[in-house]
T-cell receptor, first 112, second 112 residues
Framework: DGGITQSPKYLFRKEGQNVTLSCEQNLNHDAMYWYRQDPGQGLRLIYY???????QKGDIAEGYSVSREKKESFPLTVTSAQKNPTAFYLC???????????FGPGTRLTVL | QKEVEQDPGPLSVPEGAIVSLNCTYSNSAFQYFMWYRQYSRKGPELLMY????GNKEDGRFTAQVDKSSKYISLFIRDSQPSDSATYLC????????????FGKGTTLSVSS
């Protein structure tokens, strides 16, 4: 059953802690993306990767980091430098040369 | 002026109504247009994909693009309570696997 999985579904973090959100896809897609969604804000791009071992900053990359060591995986770390990390985080992927993105179910991060 | 404008609603209609959802954009380079449906606390799912101007129909859904006016629409015929969701428009200028530009979404509620 092909798709994108994100874990965990809900995540709670204390201020000052780093936390890593998982994103895995078995669609054989080359490109992967991380978005943040806040109420009334739409989707904002954090990072994206078009190929293994390469990634680019999006519009709101400050306070976040990513890695792309495997084609199937694109984890996102929310660092303590991110001032307002409470949000719904969405991972997406697309085939090389296309712009149609498919989304995972999301992770809701709450900072306590 | 924001790149993509979308009325957030909420839009409330009775079951069976025809729904019209719209986005305007400012970048004349956009060629690829998508509509996503997002249920509460879920990831967006691709609903419609259109290239350049014209109409595309899929069941009860019709996507319309007017590049001369920089205006796209999604029509839902015979709306159902299960159509209650947030609808996001998205667009891009090329197929290079770069990020999409999203509208903020319109929340639709269909009452039975």
């Amino acid at each position: 059953d092909g798709g994108i999985t994100q874990s965990p579904k809900y995540l709670f973090r204390k201020e000052g802690q780093n936390v890593t959100l998982s994103c895995e896809q078995n669609l054989n897609h080359d490109a992967m993306y991380w978005y943040r969604q806040d109420p009334g804000q739409g989707l904002r791009l954090i990072y994206y990767s078009q190929i293994v071992n390469d990634f680019q900053k999006g519009d709101i990359a400050e306070g976040y980091s990513v890695s792309r060591e495997k084609k199937e995986s694109f984890p996102l770390t929310v660092t303590s430098a991110q001032k307002n990390p409470t949000a719904f985080y969405l991972c997406a992927s697309s085939m090389s040369g296309t712009d149609t993105q498919y989304f995972g179910p999301g992770t809701r991060l709450t900072v306590l | 002026q924001k790149e993509v404008e979308q009325d957030p609603g909420p839009l409330s209609v009775p079951e069976g109504a025809i729904v019209s959802l719209n986005c305007t954009y400012s970048n004349s380079a956009f060629q690829y247009f998508m509509w996503y449906r997002q249920y509460s606390r879920k990831g967006p799912e691709l609903l419609m994909y259109t290239y350049s101007s014209g109409n595309k129909e899929d069941g009860r859904f019709t996507a319309q693009v007017d590049k001369s006016s920089k205006y796209i629409s999604l029509f839902i015929r015979d709306s159902q309570p299960s159509d209650s969701a947030t609808y996001l428009c998205a667009m891009s200028a090329n197929q290079a696997g770069t990020a999409l530009i999203f509208g903020k979404g319109t929340t639709l509620s269909v009452s039975s």
